[in-house]
């Protein structure tokens, strides 16, 4: 049977009316400032490590993304790793619930438009935003780097950092496409937050732990080291942390050569720590990459499908 | 679908999976008329809507709104059609006239078309001078106003309205009734779903009253009258005097009469009698004291109706 008009018709308005309201909320700036602040804290930490211990690295821009220093925990890319999902989270635990508690819903889908249009708006918006964030970010630790160290990136660190953020922002877009999932799910916002929280919690922190256990706890006694090594690292790519960290590793690392097990084989003629080029390092991690996107879009999809399905009366 | 009705449904019928909420009803709207949907909550009034909305599936039967389908052609339906639900919300953070820019945006409206209806229809509704206020300041009834303000500003042909006045003191209740009228007078139909009664028959044209899912009873309120209690008047006398009820009785068009109290005499009738009435008084050599007539309640009719229902007796 099919619909006249077409599905994105008022596609635009949602987005504006979404952006405008994402931009001016105190929710927002908060979380702005969490992340800039936190920035700056371990960019400042990399760069005195950086200028303490200067090497004769080719990559010496990307150590920016990549060291830490005491008495700090983390880097740049591992904070990322932890406060995007965070953000992201923040953005999309109310996105249709809010709606409904409002008792808005219902009004706006009366008018001409689908909802089709309101729940991809909505989406578009908070990547958007998101992506506003992360570019601005992004600039300003290049901008610090240049400052700070002295020293102008190579065109090929460019690059690679210019991947590293596009990744980042399909990281993030993990992260609203399932808050976005939880806030269709659950009438309540608190419910939904706290539950995304949780599953958050759960992929960043217990699962690279507990999914090589539970490959020890199914396999058969019979299976060799390499099996279990493999099944451990398959399951546990099923948290996007994990999917992000080894994509950031090969393109912030230009040195690794393979993100399982490595082989002797790979080894033969190989020069150890000699860095590869980047079309090779994107290839190596190509399929995490994708497994990014198609996670956001795989865990949109079934947003959507529940939310055509469900009644609009509050 | 004939040319003057504005909604057909025809045997609309809503399940799930556990119970069906709307069984087959069948009704229709006229154009320029005010068309109650009436009946205890949960009866089914605000899934029907829904229904004719094309913002809920139709399990079975056929709806018709200004000669669109509105499961195949929701976006037509909705262009033309405006819509104040139960307790409708708005942004709170942003202004009345915020709010409404949005929704004339959805609608298409260009930057100053939008402009200007957007001030009238405000004004018209009494929130000019508070259109830049923020909502969450609002009142109840103002928000329902507002609610009525976007749809004069969509230029709706029929304005569907889900318990407008429930919540509402009687002050905002009359001025949202006021509102009402006036959409009928510019040519609007409304088809309107309340389960208060006395309020909703000062502007209902046609009623149709909702029991478990199906349409128990549907017409004019006189008519409705003349089904469940048997009579379209009922005229209430007040006299002193000895076998009044008795003379009474036998007053040419009335069907029966009671007697609530000592001096109080109510009689059913067909028609109206008070000169009759008064006349038989007179005759039996009584004091005539007071002398009224109304038509039956809507309250009174649809008591009757349940309490039939629930009897297990059929209405007369």
């Not at chain 1, 865990?299 to 055509?308: D, E």
């Not at chain 2, 005229?235 to 036998?250: F, H, I, M, N």
């Not at chain 2, 309640?297 to 209405?315: C, K, P, T, W």
């Amino acid at each position: 049977m099919q619909r006249e008009g077409s599905a994105l018709h008022g596609l635009g308005v949602v987005v504006l009316k979404e952006l405008s309201d994402h931009l001016t909320s105190v929710r927002m700036r908060v979380l702005e400032w969490l992340v800039v602040l936190f920035a700056l804290a371990a960019l400042y930490g990399a760069i005195q490590q950086i200028r303490d211990t200067t090497a004769e690295d080719p990559f010496l821009f990307l150590k920016l993304f990549t060291t830490a220093r005491e008495p700090l925990p983390f880097t740049f890319v591992s904070f990322l790793t932890i406060l995007v999902p965070l953000v992201a989270i923040g953005m999309g635990f109310d996105a249709v619930n809010g709606e409904h508690n409002r008792r808005t819903l219902s009004r706006i889908l009366s008018q001409p438009i689908y909802r089709d249009a309101l729940l991809f708006g909505k989406f578009l918006a908070g990547l958007f935003t998101l992506s506003v964030s992360l570019i601005a970010l992004w600039l300003l630790v290049i901008g610090l780097g240049l400052f700070l160290l002295g020293l102008p990136p190579s065109g090929e660190e460019l690059a690679r950092a210019f991947i590293f953020l596009l990744v980042t922002i399909a990281y993030a877009g993990v992260w609203l496409a399932l808050a976005m999932l939880f806030s269709i799910i659950f009438r309540s916002p608190a419910t939904a937050a706290l539950v995304a929280l949780g599953l958050w919690l759960f992929l960043t922190l217990i699962w690279p732990a507990l999914a090589p256990a539970i490959v020890v706890a199914f396999a058969p006694p019979s299976s060799s080291e390499e099996t279990l090594i493999l099944a451990a690292q398959y399951l546990s790519r099923l948290s996007p942390s994990n999917l992000f960290g080894e994509v950031v590793l090969a393109l912030l690392n230009p040195t690794t050569r393979t993100l399982g097990p490595i082989y002797l084989s790979q080894l033969q003629g190989a020069v150890l720590g000699a860095p590869m080029p980047l079309g090779e390092s994107l290839i190596i991690a190509w399929p995490q990459i994708v497994g990014l996107i198609a996670g956001t879009i795989l865990l949109f999809v079934t947003g959507y499908i529940i939310f055509q399905r469900q009644e609009v009366r509050a | 679908m004939s040319a003057d009705n504005v909604i057909e449904a025809q045997g609309l019928t809503k399940r799930y999976d556990e119970a069906t909420v709307v069984k087959g009803i069948s009704f229709s709207v006229a154009r320029g008329e005010i068309f109650g949907l009436l009946g205890p909550n949960g009866a089914g009034k605000t899934t029907t809507i829904l229904m004719l909305l094309g913002l809920s599936e139709i399990s079975d039967g056929q709806a018709r709104v200004l000669g669109f389908d509105p499961v195949r052609e929701p976006l037509a339906v909705k262009r033309r059609v405006g819509y104040l639900p139960d307790q409708v919300g708005f942004y709170d953070n942003l202004s009345a006239s915020d709010n409404l820019r949005y929704t004339a945006r959805l609608m298409g409206l260009e930057r100053e078309e939008r402009e200007r209806k957007i001030a009238t229809a405000l004004t018209h509704v009494g929130l000019g001078e508070v259109m830049d206020r923020p909502v969450d300041t609002f009142s109840r009834g103002m928000r329902q106003r507002l609610g009525l303000a976007e749809i004069l500003m969509k230029e709706a042909q029929i304005a569907i309205l889900d318990e407008p006045t429930s919540g509402l003191d009687p002050q905002a209740t009359a001025e949202l009734l006021h509102i009402i009228r006036n959409l009928k007078d510019r040519g609007v139909s409304v088809l309107l779903s309340s389960h208060l009664l006395d309020r909703v028959q000062s502007i209902c044209d046609r009623v149709a009253l909702f029991n478990q899912g199906n349409i128990a009873l549907l017409g004019t309120v006189g008519e409705l009258g003349r089904q469940v209690l048997g009579v379209g008047y009922y005229v209430d006398v007040e006299a002193e005097g000895q076998g009044l009820a008795e003379k009474l009785r036998s007053v040419p068009g009335v069907k029966s009469v009671e007697t609530p109290s000592a001096n109080h005499m109510r009689i059913y009738a067909e028609r109206d009698v008070r000169s009759d009435a008064a006349a038989a008084v007179i005759a039996a050599g009584g004091r005539l004291l007071r002398l009224s007539v109304e038509t039956p309640s809507l309250d009174m009719i649809y008591n009757r109706y349940f309490e039939n229902v629930m009897g297990g007796r059929h209405a007369a």
